[in-house]
T-cell receptor, first 110, second 111 residues
Framework: QKEVEQNSGPLSVPEGAIASLNCTYS??????FFWYRQYSGKSPELIMS??SNGDKEDGRFTAQLNKASQYVSLLIRDSQPSDSATYLC??????????WGAGTKLIIKP | DAGITQSPRYKITETGRQVTLMCHQT?????MFWYRQDLGHGLRLIYY???????DKGEVPDGYVVSRSKTENFPLTLESATRSQTSVYFC??????????FGSGTRLTVV
């Protein structure tokens, strides 16, 4: 059974601090990794993708991938109240079908 | 407008009725997906399609039927709606980077 695990939270972070979201996966054959943000009552929105080991930065967001340890993380710098949402980790299997984590609820406190 | 659109946004139907949720994408993506999202269960795959006339079951297909006669359309039909099918339904398509783009969702209530 291919699994993607996330801490459900909620994760509470002060405004301006760094929010760190983590995700582990079971399928060693996974090749693609994604972070989605979902606001309450809205659809998931792709915010980061990463395909190779290391860091990938996009504005205030950094995705980190470690295939040997089978984890992927998302860092959000200078957290804003507008970052409050549920963050979904998704991992592509060998057929590029996405396996979804249950999501981490992030709350940014002003 | 380019993108992926779902209709209706909200639907209330009675137990036993047939209901069809529509999904349309303008990118000509090959792969399309239907998910349901419920509290405590996250996203669960109902059906997916690799191309026109090619569909396959996902994790929770029972009670649902799909068709894909054209690349851009992927309707989901509940043949005889049950209260357990009350949920939010998302359609998605897969782009060249293998990430999915979701429609706005359909909130279905079965009474």
């Amino acid at each position: 059974q291919k699994e993607v695990e996330q801490n459900s939270g909620p994760l509470s972070v002060p405004e301006g601090a760094i929010a760190s979201l983590n995700c582990t996966y079971s399928d060693r054959g996974s090749q693609s990794f994604f972070w989605y943000r979902q606001y309450s009552g809205k659809s998931p929105e792709l915010i980061m993708s990463i395909y190779s080991n290391g860091d990938k930065e996009d504005g205030r967001f950094t995705a980190q991938l470690n295939k040997a340890s089978q984890y992927v993380s998302l860092l959000i710098r200078d957290s804003q109240p507008s970052d409050s949402a549920t963050y979904l980790c998704a991992v592509g299997d060998s057929n590029y079908q996405l396996i979804w984590g249950a999501g981490t609820k992030l709350i940014i406190k002003p | 407008d380019a993108g992926i659109t779902q209709s209706p946004r909200y639907k209330i139907t009675e137990t036993g009725r047939q209901v069809t949720l529509m999904c349309h994408q303008t990118w000509s993506h090959s792969y399309m997906f239907w998910y349901r999202q419920d509290l405590g269960h996250g996203l669960r795959l109902i059906y997916y399609s690799a191309a026109a006339d090619i569909t396959d079951k996902g994790e929770v297909p029972d009670g649902y039927v799909v068709s894909r006669s054209k690349t851009e359309n992927f309707p989901l039909t509940l043949e005889s709606a049950t209260r357990s099918q009350t949920s939010v339904y998302f359609c998605a398509s897969r782009g060249q980077n293998y990430g999915y783009t979701f429609g706005s969702g359909t909130r279905l209530t079965v009474v």
